[in-house]
């Protein structure tokens, strides 16, 4: 896959954070507050960028977080200061090639529920920098959220407004992968490699990495390894990733309620169909539920695209990230996702 990474997507504007024309806000129950920092991380080289999201107990001012040439941006009050009380923390993991600020329409609206919700660009595996070879050190990925959750629990800033017995983790594809060996899962390598052998071209991922050279034979051994957080007390799967890999004994380890989401029936991506389907992870866990929103497909979980995005992505022979199923209504879909996740995770 490629990931929208062309340059061309680039000197387009594919900015993270786009400082819009400054105004005063009134008063509006439907934008959220947002925030920066950086993650001091001892397992990277440099800061790991992050971004908050929380219920704004003040109105500043408005500006569009994760706009481009392809994506819709959300809304946010930009510094505005945090609701007070204590409220839900919801740690929030992207997808391969995906980054914190493109799925801010969900975070947006998880913080409209209640929630603070902490996300970290994961190196490696994002917008403009997603290396097949390096997406195999899954366990980078989950330092990087325990490494996000240390920093904002000692954050002075935060911390006062966030309640530690209501953390949760929320991933959507590679993310879901992630959330998923935070609650305990790990993977195997034998398994994953005999997963891309039998379904060669038939799996979206596999065709992926072996476009960047990844020898299935010899992954490695950050793969397997195991990095629950036990402060995280639900988990919340989006389609996730390697589900055909886990390792059946530590499925033992796994005791938050866990809440799968499937997109389509007949559209679906084999890895992230967790149903009899497909991987039957849903069945293999103790406490799991599985939620199917169709029609769908995998990338439909992605933000709602700008007017003529599709067609330029054609001209480009980019992915058709802004193309759904017959039928199928975005946002519709993602009023959809948020609603099932509140619920599952007892919001407002």
């Known amino acids: 896959m490629k990931h929208v990474t062309s340059a061309m997507l680039l000197a387009l504007g594919l900015s993270l954070f786009t400082a819009a024309a400054s105004m005063p806000a009134t008063a509006a129950q439907d934008i959220a507050g947002y925030d920066r920092f950086d993650v001091q991380a001892a397992h990277r080289s440099r800061p790991l960028a992050a971004s908050i999201w929380y219920p ?13 040439a392809i994506w819709q941006s959300t809304d946010a009050y930009i510094g505005a200061a945090i609701e007070p009380g204590k409220h839900p923390l919801i740690l929030l993991s992207h997808g391969s090639g995906g980054n914190m600020d493109g799925i801010g329409w969900l975070s947006s609206q998880l913080a409209l529920h209640g929630a603070i919700v902490l996300a970290v660009n994961h190196p490696g595996t994002t917008t403009g920098d997603s290396s097949p070879r390096r997406t195999m050190y899954l366990g980078q990925r989950a330092l990087d959220v325990t490494a996000a959750l240390d920093q904002v629990l000692a954050n002075p800033e935060f911390a006062p407004y966030i309640d530690t017995n209501n953390i949760s983790a929320v991933g959507f594809s590679l993310g879901g992968t992630t959330v998923l060996n935070l609650a305990g899962m790990q993977f195997d390598r034998a398994a994953y490699r005999d997963y891309c052998v039998k379904y060669q071209d038939s799996a979206q991922d596999c065709i992926f990495y072996k476009k960047g050279g990844v020898d299935f034979a010899h992954l490695p051994g950050d793969f397997t390894n195991g990095y629950r957080d036990t402060r995280i007390s639900k988990t919340v ?10 390792k059946p004994d530590s499925l033992a380890d796994v005791s938050n309620p866990v809440l799968f989401i499937k997109l ?12 009899a389907s497909g991987s039957n992870l849903v069945a293999k866990v103790k406490d799991a539920s599985l939620a199917v929103f169709a029609p ?13 995005a ?39």
């Open 56 to 68: 704004a107990g003040s109105h500043i001012y408005v500006a569009p977080v994760g706009k481009s």
């Open 296 to 308: 769908a497909y995998h990338l439909t979980f992605l933000a709602e695209c700008e007017p003529g």
């Open 237 to 246: 799967a989006i389609e996730p990733g390697m589900s055909f890999a886990v």
């Open 310 to 348: 599709a067609k330029l992505l054609e001209e480009m022979d980019d992915d058709p990230i802004c193309s759904d199923p017959e039928g199928a209504d975005r946002s519709l879909v993602h009023r959809q996702i948020t609603n099932e996740i509140a619920t599952f995770l007892g919001l407002q």
């Open 264 to 275: 389509g029936q007949e559209h679906g991506w084999l890895a992230g169909d967790v149903s």
